[in-house]
């Protein structure tokens, strides 16, 4: 069973950076497609971005040109280097996998998940 740890989160002043990064264990590691999911309070889960096999990504449009998600496949790490942060950035992020597949596909649910890690943005 794959197991997936994020760490990285914490709190940061608005416009600062944080990189999140995720780590998986448990499993032989291939290059899934994994992404990066965010979740605020009160809010629903949304995706942020996705990272394919061929490190091909896809942003939300919210974050395009501020986070960057990319993969070591040696480190078994996925990563998430957040740049011009926002309030409205603050939230849990999530690391996710889908092992099926090593191609994201737009819409197509995850089926392994991280327990989250906490951001939080003072202003």
């Known amino acids: 069973q794959v197991h997936l740890e994020e760490s990285g989160g914490g709190s940061v002043q608005a416009g600062g950076s944080l990189r999140l990064s995720c780590t998986a264990s448990g499993y032989k590691y291939n290059p899934w497609c994994m992404a990066w999911f965010r979740q605020r309070p009160g809010g629903t889960r949304e995706g942020v971005a996705t990272?394919?096999?061929?490190?091909?990504?896809f942003y939300a449009e919210s974050v395009k040109g501020r986070f960057t998600i990319s993969r070591d496949n040696a480190k078994k790490t996925l990563y998430l280097q957040m740049t011009s942060l926002k309030l409205e950035d603050a939230a849990t992020y999530y690391c996710?996998?889908?092992?099926?597949?090593?191609?994201?596909?737009?819409?197509?649910?995850?089926?392994?998940w991280g327990k989250g890690t906490l951001v939080t943005i003072s202003s």
């Open positions: 996710a996998a889908d092992l099926l597949i090593s191609r994201c596909i737009p819409g197509r649910p995850m089926d392994t």
């Open positions: 990272i394919s096999s061929d490190s091909t990504t």
